[in-house]
């Protein structure tokens, strides 16, 4: 195959390199977290802890066999969906993207591995507030959220999709942009959730990034009808 356009193939190597690489990083961090549930398999008690309430306290309990591979096997179920969608998507819009995604299916399955290493240290009888100990992952998470939504290009998968962004691009990239800030400063309030306990962590850790979510709904909205107003004042 001849590429006549030196940096066109550039550009899709890196990507099919990016890609490899999430691929074996994504495969090891699941076969990791199944090698770690057989081994620790013979030193967790019959009933493991599975839910946490809102002091931090567990609540909720299920089998071994649940607590050692519910999210290992969610895990692998997980991964090869979401490096599916880019092939999914008719769009082709998240290829246009696809280094940022790429991170993003990266962050998805270390944060199922954090959750799935605080519920096995849990278990092993080390105890801690575990609402506390969401608050930086999901700080980092949302953060990391709002740095791919900035870069996020309209597509059928991923991002703020109403009928207004799915409608027009400009509204799409206008509420990304918007929306790429404040999931980057709910990522920081959540953080914040590390220094309080019960539902004032939770609040801070899920009002922030609800509140802005339903903002973004009504700002494309709004954004929609300047357009389409806008529009008809030209043809007019």
């Known amino acids: 195959m001849k590429f006549e356009n030196p940096r066109t ?5 890196g990507q099919y390199i990016c890609m490899r690489k999430v691929v074996l990083t994504s495969v090891v961090i699941v076969i990791l977290q199944f090698l770690a549930a057989v081994y620790l398999y013979p030193s967790m008690p019959d009933r493991m802890a599975i839910h946490w309430g809102m ?6 309990y299920g089998s071994k066999l649940m607590g050692l591979f519910l999210i290992p096997v ?8 979401l490096l599916l969608l880019p092939r999914l998507d008719p769009s082709n819009g998240i290829n246009r993207f696809s280094d940022d995604y790429n991170l993003f299916v990266l962050g998805a399955l270390g944060y199922m591995a954090y959750i799935n290493g605080l519920s ?4 092993l009888g080390w105890r801690f507030d575990f ?6 992952v999901m700080g980092v998470g949302f953060y990391g959220l709002g740095v791919l939504m900035g870069k996020a290009r309209l597509n059928w ?16 990239d206008k509420t990304h942009a918007l929306g790429g800030r404040l999931f980057k400063a709910s990522g920081l309030i959540a953080f914040v959730g590390v220094f309080f306990r019960g539902w004032i962590a ?15 709904i009504y700002y494309s909205y709004m954004e929609y ?3 389409s107003k806008d529009s008809t004042t030209l043809i007019n």
């Open 120 to 123: 096995l240290t849990w278990n």
């Open 202 to 216: 939770l609040l801070l850790m899920i009002a922030p990034l609800m509140v802005a979510s339903i903002y973004l």
């Open 55 to 60: 002091d931090g306290t567990a609540n909720g």
């Open 225 to 227: 009808q300047k357009e």
């Open 131 to 136: 609402g506390r100990m969401l608050a930086p």
């Open 74 to 81: 969610i895990s692998a179920v997980f991964l090869p969906l």
């Open 9 to 13: 193939f550039n550009q899709l190597g």
């Open 157 to 172: 998968f991923m991002g703020i999709k109403t009928p207004w962004t799915l409608s027009s691009e400009i509204v799409w």
